[in-house]
Every structure is written in C-alpha cells, then in structure tokens.
C-alpha cells in the first residue's frame, strides 16, 4: 500500500494572521486551553520554535495514544504555512511516516481557510481503513474548531 494522502479545507471567520499565531506559534499554550481534556500538554524538547525543533505532545486520559513526537519541518510566519512529521509514538506503530503541511489563507470577508495536507505512509504489512482516514479528518477539523471557538471566547489572545 503506498502514501496515503488528504486535503481538507476548513474555514473560519478569525483572521488568518491571528489564526496561523494561535494555531502555530503559540500553539503550545492555546491547543491545550482550547482542548484541556485530550491534551494535556506540548514541550519543546529540542530547538528554538523554528525547523528541526522536536516537540513533545501529551495526550490526555483516556486517549488511545499516550503521546507523540514530531518535528518541525518547515516554517514560514510571512505566508502563514507550516509542516511538521511524527518521529515518535502516536500511529507510527501502523505507519512508517506521517506529515502534516498546513497553509492558513486569508478570505475576502476577514476570515480564513485552514488548507490542510496529511501524508500517511503505511507500514509494508499495515492495513489502514477508510473508517480511519475519516476518524484522523475529524479529528484535525476538532482540533482546529476548537482553536476557532477558543479564540472567539477570548478575543484578547
């Protein structure tokens, strides 16, 4: 089975500027106001924010993953694109590689889209379903509603 790849698109009416800042830069603070009871917590292990820094991301009770891993592969503040890949824990127990390229656009009306591309690589033996492809969309979709939520009950971030 080779790479297994999706686009989404979800839109939202915060701006793309103040999107790409809470979602991105200060992620590490806001995913887990934004989502308290499935994330518990994001570290930097190594680096300064930028590419090649490895982060550690703790999940919350209850999850089927404790934590995972990843690396940020690519930053851009000015076009508002970001990209990073799971080296450790999480699904890579089924997956050889997983990469996440995100790109937050800014719409006419003041809001923005959040461009999504995920790129799973299944292990040679690994068998993935489409029941869970549509569970890791919604899943990236949530995470981004949340952060939209959080950040209209909080217009100050």
Do not use: W
């Amino acid at each position: 089975m080779g790479a297994i790849t999706y686009d989404m698109e979800i839109p939202s009416s915060i701006s793309a500027e103040k999107m790409f800042k809470a979602f991105v830069l200060d992620g590490d603070t806001i995913i887990p106001k934004a989502l308290p009871h499935a994330i518990t917590c994001v570290q930097t292990l190594e680096g300064d924010g930028g590419v090649g820094t490895i982060k550690l991301t703790t999940f919350g009770e209850g999850s089927v993953h404790k934590s995972v891993k990843h690396r940020i592969d690519g930053l851009d503040k000015e076009n508002f694109t970001y990209s990073y890949s799971i080296i450790e824990g999480g699904a890579l127990d089924v997956f050889e590689s997983i990469s996440y390229h995100i790109k937050i656009v800014a719409t006419p009306d003041g809001g923005c889209i959040c461009k999504n591309r995920s790129i799973y690589t299944p292990k040679c033996d690994a068998q993935v379903s489409e029941e869970e492809i549509k569970a890791g969309k919604e899943k990236a979709s949530g995470i981004f509603k949340k952060v939209e939520a959080y950040l209209l009950a909080n217009p100050d971030c």
